[in-house]
């Protein structure tokens, strides 16, 4: 009798051990994608110029070609990763892998590999973050051309095209209209005309994010 009840006794704590702890990683797998995961439509992001220009920019054909197959197929083990894509080692591939990585365009996860201190990497993609990059440089250039606006607001002015150096009308005449640094002559700047062309760029820039944001599933 006595044998019978301590053999069930553990048994029993164990399932409510197992139990709890299914129950919380559960609840913490529903409650963080909400928050931060963005569903992003990959057929879209790839057919945007800007995007492939993007990740071409930073990692080269190979790392486009990596990026996409990274999306296109989840997750997938370093090694197996360069042979699909016939690279003759991980080592040749890890170098594009990097360059994405810094941009956190792409992400591992590390795992162990049996007894020995080895480890295996597996990489995923996260096109979100492609979206949230191409988005930010643009809203970059929004702000840098609302200063321009800004600053062309006051007057006419006089900049050297070489250093892109400003002078008004009095730096300017004081110098008879050659840069203080190169010696070009400077070059006379409609304080109107530049409002309106920064104009138009905001205005393209912003019809860019619009068409950026069609990207997005949901948050
Ligand atoms: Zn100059």
Redesign the pocket.
């Known amino acids: 009798m006595s044998k019978k009840i301590r053999k069930k006794k553990p048994v029993k704590v164990k399932r409510r051990l197992q139990v709890k702890h299914k129950k919380s990683v559960k609840q913490t797998n529903n409650q963080r994608p909400p928050a931060k995961k963005i569903i992003v439509n990959i057929k879209k992001l790839l057919s945007l110029e800007e995007a492939i220009k993007y990740v071409t920019d930073l990692a080269g054909e190979k790392g486009l070609e990596i990026f996409k197959y990274l999306i296109i197929h989840g997750p997938i083990e370093e090694n197996l990763l360069a042979r699909k894509l016939n690279f003759e080692k991980a080592n040749a591939i890890r170098k594009f892998l990097y360059r994405l990585y810094n941009k956190n365009l792409v992400s591992y996860v590390k795992k162990k590999r049996g007894y020995k201190a080895w480890y295996t990497y597996y990489w995923s993609a996260n096109p979100e973050r492609l979206v949230f990059l191409i988005q930010k440089e643009y809203e970059d250039e929004i702000n840098q051309a609302k200063k321009a606006i800004d600053l062309n607001k006051v007057s006419d002015f006089y900049l ?1 095209e ?2 892109n ?1 400003r002078y008004d009308m009095k730096e300017a005449l004081e110098n008879d209209f050659r ?1 203080v ?2 010696n ?1 002559v400077l070059v006379h700047m409609d304080a109107a005309e530049v409002v309106g062309e920064k104009r138009n760029r905001i205005d393209f820039l912003n019809e860019k994010i619009k068409k950026l944001s069609q990207v997005i599933k949901a948050k």
């Open positions: 050297c070489t250093c150096r840069c640094n190169c070009s």
